[in-house]
């Protein structure tokens, strides 16, 4: 069958999103042939170019343009002049434009500059350098475009998502019927433009991937074109919008859009659809909803069907995206969000489902939480091999909700014994399983950032959360992975139920600290939300709040409105605080600045927290131990020994000499990954004199 992958506008442009590759790895697996498109890319390049500002300038009412954008409107001529090579910059196609970008006199500077002068930022990229700087200053340019598009053309317009704010927990379908149902405005047209020029006209299946709420109104969109342009094509909706939000779909309209929305993993309810489609009509559906008869109907997981087990999926695919075309744009002034813009990376998971699957504010009750199926180091590093020699990339990204701390350290060691030199960063939990010895290996292998969940560094809030992990569990953790070098973010949350202001003030006091010691790069809060599939909301008298009385309707059914009952309820001007000291806080800014002087008066009490907390901590042994016997690990390079003197590279690169018998050489190159037997570092028993071990420590002689 002929079948067309599809990242529906709008997605991440940095790179595509990890379902496309994963789902045409195993479809052409299965023999079919599948184009893998990414409109969301298409779509930004043909609005960002010299053609479409001026289409989209061209149809704008001046009367239509507010005072605040004003001059970007005015500047439309130099805008559509130097577009092209703004993308080709962003791109990476033309880096030495990043020196008259950052000298400020190339790009137009519109609102979104005078809420931060370049003047006031500059000077914080100067570690960075002038193209870090231009990467910011093009987001800026980007952003004031979009505002004034969002203005004049499209409400439903945004440099990430398309009407994010219109399909973001939508009980009923009315509202989204009814947008669907006028004529496309210029920027859908222009998707409609790529969607024509890239899905081939004699397609079988066009495969619609939904991660979020600003995927929904895009696919649809396209769905809606292909209905009439591509009319033997059979439309399939799926991704993580579908799998959260409409597990209680019911209203028959979404399907003059699709055909099918399939939940949670795709591999087996496109498996079965194909199998419908080439005449296999006794072939059950399986987690698949579709329209008969007028009415929705849904078939639950086939009976008889085996999805694939994870570690037998073959490696993402991604023949056919073109990876140089992806854009590089930073929009925050973090090491996080630097990483993330720096040229597209490969979306890995090394585990499907989470190993912890405890919090209660999590969907754990869902199979993309709940399933926990891991793959082994080697099938990992395999898939990586793979997506290297497909792609000529070394970056990788691992999508997990929280990447398993034993095997992401098999995984370096395995990686290790390859001789390979990638680069890695994803998600974990902050688990006392990450040691100070853990971290480095993990950094020799390739990492070189994580992001994990905090939620609120508080010892009253966490155990409520179930998050298994301590203020001082984590801090410790930090400085492990501070001193093996590997950056690290935090996801917080405000508001969680229980949550008390002075839980608040406290946890944001500690933040402070972290973040003085550097062991805490940056951060990010999120407002508490409360989900259908979280324990929270399955049991609610617990948390002391009340669920309100379901608006559900048909459509979506996912973030639920609740009261608090027992307690503070959460506070808007509170949140915005503190996204505003962490931000400062991850830009190296106010972290001496009275910590009340971000809130409004009466807002938060004075924090309780002693102000030495975290390097008290800090101060303290690490809190992991090694079960079972130790391995012993050597991160530099292989030893050379003559005449007595023994030399090598150390785990930083440094060259050590010093007179040395022979044996301790020989000692040393046994735990070189080059020289591992059956796979694995030597045993420290192997060694009948260990006394040199200690020796060595400093130098990178790890013990795992």
Known sequence: MKIAMVIPPISDLNTPYASAPRLTGWLRKLGHQVDQIDLSLEHFLRVFSR???ERLFAAINPRHVSLDLEDVYLHRERYIRIIDDVVAFAQGRDLGLAHRIARGDFLPEGPRFRSEPVGTYRGAFGEWGKGDLARHMVAFMFTDLVSLFNVTISPHFNL????????????????LADELARPPNLIEQMMLEVADERIASDVDLVCLTCPFPGNLMGALVVGNWLATHRPNARRALGGGFPSTELRDLSDPRLFDSVDYVSLDDGELPLQQILARMQGNHE????????RAHGKVVFHPAAAGCEAPRFGDLPAPDYGGLAMQRYVSLLYRRNHVSRLQSEGPSLKITAAHGCYWKKCTFCDITLPYIGDFDPMSARELADQMDAMHAQTGLFGFHFTDEAAPPSLMVSLSLELLRRGRSYRFWGNIRYDSYFTPDRCRLLAAGGMVAVTGGIEVASDEVLPKIAKGITVPQVIKVLQAFKQARILTHAYLMYGFPG???QDTINSLEILRQMAAADILQSGYFHFFSLTAHAPVAKKP????????DSKFKGFANYTLEYETVVGEPPSST?????QAAIEAYARGEDLERDILSWFKPGDVPRPTMAADLVARVMSEPHPGALKGEPRLCWLGGMPQWSRGLLSVGTEYGEIHSQQAPKGLSEQLARCHPSQWEQGLPPKLSTFEDATWVDAFRPRGLILI
């Open 283 to 290: 072939a059950p559906l399986s987690k698949t909803f579709e």
């Open 499 to 501: 949550e008390t202001r």
């Open 541 to 548: 008298e617990l948390y002391g709040i009340r669920i309100k």
């Open 160 to 175: 990430t998502n398309y009407g994010e704010k219109l399909t973001e927990s939508l009980p009923a379908y009315d509202l």
């Open 51 to 53: 053609n479409g500002l």
């Open 574 to 578: 509170v949140y915005n605080a503190l």
